[in-house]
């Protein structure tokens, strides 16, 4: 029982580096048993158990980690860092973190309490709901969860769960995490950029706090460079053995993946076979694609054969799985459409006996030279394909699309080495203020993509002439949005556009608000986008999308969610604007700058908006060289096209394109077109950008056509009367332009 397994580690000295054998802790589990008939209460409440306790109780023993129990305890009783591997079934996510909690109670928590980092805040919210059930306590009071716009915990909560990015925000006003005695960080074996930041701070950070502890969860084995980063030597590794049958087929067809992996999920359910499916893709287009195919397909099945229902999960995007009922379930086949990194998203699904894998991920690699991302798509890792051969549970089936002697990469490519890594930058001279002046990284990032960074900090006047943060760059790592939205919105302070700013950077920050539409209601939509649309550009349409959501919000006669369906806008996203908006007012508010009132729709306002933006993103202006649509970007001379959904995307050259503008996104690889667009005139860039970035950029038509409007006395003259001596030119009086004070 639980009371037994929270009195075993009752002993004094686990923090103090003393260490009990399991031979003890017995002996202290059978002199407290007789107690245990008497009263059995909850160590973290004080209330007795329920008998739901119980129940679950029974299942979590079933579980593989439960084997590894009184291995783990002892390991962490004995040193400070423990690296636990296994897959997600294992209980891995669920149960590490309650025998963490038990042995902070065991020292009544004079060390801290606990806190588990997930990538995703769909995975830490289920996780914590789950937990709080298992261990008979309430949600949001002993344990809790903290993700971004949502914090569901109070200053008794025990147990955290968090994810990695809002635990890096808690570091910069606790940078040595004072208020934690034991850091969990799950799904270390995605690499992601947050994930690999937390863990080399966390390395200085241990050697300043000896009573830390941290536990390192990963789906895979680790690698020795991650075994041996906390350490010399190799650290303590843990493996938790789940024995699942499964068997394996691989598909050696010449057929393309998706129409093989949309044939066996047809065939899977015309068999007697039950189960659930997961399918994993590589794209969104695929899935989206894949979703309507099984939709049609659907509806020509028999009755007898059951319902098909197509599930989308898209990765790191906020949403449930639906829940069947038991009678409907027998009836109901899912088919969870998804891809790469999504495996640890289905720990809670015990229906699931199908698993088919396309065996490739895309991925983004930023390319410092352009300043953009390119789409690579590459194998999945050995790690991933054992993840995913586990989805299949107890006696299921794993179809590999792929032949058996495919080579597969050992482990994930680090994301810190194909990433813009602006904000980490940013973030990391924040923590040198701070006092961690050293981020162990286990992979260096590109170091091009580092001097990038550095350069960009310094155009934003983030850095001073040391390479520290400025006062400036201090209050832009204040604001939970990029680098150049965050000096942006600091702009927009001196011109009195606050309000419109925040929502331009709310809905920008946001996932996407457009939905995709269908075939058939391509027309239809692009109508009624057409309601929105400003004419000086995308970021005055989100705007007017964003005021339209909110007048809708707040007549007691209009349905949302309907509202949102008929325009085709994705309400979930909406509603995280809205958040985002409140949470951005507030932090500028916190730090004493000026929000003004809302002016939208005047000429001043439009013109103040524009040069906030440039304040921010004069690195992103693009000009139409040759009035056909052919955008030249000044900052890495590449030529590309307005995306169809914009609003001057839809507009030929004839009904008149922008000349000058300025862009939030080049997406090169997928279709070279620049999203999300407002036009701006020359002599506003002139205004906001700063003179040595102006000077920097590389020599062309454009830069010409600026520079004599920078200069346009000095530029006559040369082209009129060469100067005659060097006396003459510097007594030649020069027109220059006022700059923006923010620069």
């Given amino acids: 029982m639980m009371a037994q397994d929270i009195n075993s580690f009752t002993g004094e000295g686990y923090f103090a580096r003393k260490s009990h054998s399991c031979s003890d802790i017995e002996a202290w589990s059978q002199r407290d048993k007789e107690c ?45 860092f423990v690296n636990v591997s296994g897959s997600a079934k294992t209980g891995r996510s669920s149960q ?44 949001g009071h002993e344990v809790g969860y903290s993700i971004p716009l949502e914090n569901c915990c109070t200053n008794d909560t025990i147990l955290r769960y968090s994810t990695d990015d809002m635990l890096l925000r808690e570091m910069m006003s606790d940078p040595l995490l004072e208020c934690y005695g034991i850091v969990i960080v799950d799904q270390a074996h995605q690499r992601t950029v947050s994930t690999d930041v937390l863990l080399g701070l ?72 039950e189960g659930d499916v997961v399918v994993f893709l590589v794209t969104t ?38 829940i069947l009922g038991e009678g409907e379930a027998r009836r109901t086949r899912r ?59 107890p006696k299921g089936k794993f179809f590999c699309l792929y032949p058996e002697n495919r080579q597969l990469p050992v482990e994930t490519r680090p994301y810190i080495m194909e990433s813009d890594i602006t904000s980490t930058v940013l973030f990391l001279k924040r923590m040198e203020i701070a006092g961690l002046r050293h981020c162990h990284f286990i992979d260096r990032p590109d170091p091009a993509g ?25 209050i832009m790592s204040e604001l939970p949005v990029e680098p150049q939205m965050a000096k942006a919105l600091l702009a927009s302070c001196e011109f009195d556009c606050v309000s419109e700013v925040v929502i331009i950077a709310a809905m920008i920050t946001a996932p996407v608000c457009f939905m995709v539409p269908f075939v058939n209601r391509k027309s239809e939509v692009t109508q009624s986008y057409m309601k929105f649309q400003h004419p000086e550009g995308d970021h005055f349409t989100l705007i007017n999308i964003y005021k339209a959501f909110k007048q809708c919000q707040q007549d007691p006669y209009c349905n949302v969610e309907k509202w949102c369906g008929d325009f085709s806008l994705n309400h979930a996203a909406l509603l995280m604007a809205d958040a985002l908006c409140a949470e951005l007012t507030d932090t500028l508010k916190r730090i004493e ?61 004839k009904l008149g394109l922008p000349e000058w503008v300025l862009f939030h996104e080049h997406s090169f690889s997928e279709d070279n077109c620049l999203r999300i667009v407002t036009h701006i005139t020359p002599e506003q860039f002139v205004q906001m950008a700063p003179q040595y970035y102006f000077y920097n950029l590389p020599k062309s038509k454009s830069k010409d056509i600026l520079q004599n409007i920078l200069n346009p006395r000095t530029s006559q003259y040369q082209e009129e009367k060469p100067p005659t001596s060097e006396k003459e030119e510097e007594e030649e009086p020069q ?9």
């Fill in 335 to 393: 088919v969870f459409l998804t891809s790469s990194p999504n495996e640890d998203f289905f720990w809670a699904v015990g229906s699931i006996s199908f698993v088919i894998d396309a065996g490739l991920e895309r991925r983004y690699v930023y390319k410092p030279s352009i300043r953009t991302n390119c789409v690579i798509t590459h194998p999945i890792s050995r790690g991933q394909v054992e993840s995913r051969r586990q989805l299949a549970g």
């Fill in 36 to 80: 245990d008939d008497i009263l059995e209460l909850n160590g973290f409440d004080g209330l007795p158990y329920s008998s739901r306790f119980y129940t679950l109780l029974r299942e979590r023993k079933e579980l593989p980690a439960w084997k590894a129990k009184m291995d783990f305890m002892d390991t962490l009783a004995k040193g400070q």
């Fill in 593 to 653: 700058l000026p929000v003004s009132v809302p002016a939208f729709g005047s000429r001043s306002n439009t013109l103040n908006i524009k040069r906030a933006l440039l304040a921010g993103f004069f690195m992103q202006v693009a000009q139409d060289v040759d009035g056909t649509g052919d955008y030249f970007i000044l900052t890495t001379e590449h030529v590309a096209q307005i995306h169809p959904l914009s609003g001057y995307g839809a507009k030929s050259p």
């Fill in 735 to 743: 027109e220059t332009y006022d700059l923006c004070v923010i620069q």
């Fill in 202 to 273: 966390l390395k200085d950070i241990t050697l300043q706090r000896l009573e830390l502890r941290v536990v390192v969860l990963t789906a895979a084995e680790p690698q020795p460079k991650q075994l041996a980063h906390f350490s010399v030597s190799a650290g303590p590794s843990i493996r938790l053995h789940s024995h699942v049958e499964v068997e394996v087929v691989h598909s050696c067809t010449g057929d393309s993946y998706f129409c093989s992996a949309l044939r066996l999920v047809l065939e899977i359910h015309r068999s007697t076979e």
């Fill in 450 to 474: 580092l001097m990038q960074a550095m350069e960009e900090l310094d155009y934003l006047a983030a850095l001073d002439n040391d390479g520290n943060l400025s006062e400036m760059g201090i």
């Fill in 285 to 322: 287009q695929e899935i989206d694609l894949a979703h309507s195919i099984l939709c049609h397909e659907g509806y020509s099945l028999p009755p007898d054969q059951g319902e098909l229902l197509p599930v989308v999960v898209y990765p790191g995007q906020p949403g449930k799985l639906p």
């Fill in 96 to 139: 590490i973190p309650q025998w963490c909690a038990e042995f902070c109670l065991s020292v009544k928590f004079q060390h801290g309490v606990v806190v588990c980092t997930q990538i995703h805040a769909q995975q830490a919210v289920d996780l914590a709901l789950r937990v709080a059930d298992e261990m008979d306590v309430n949600i």
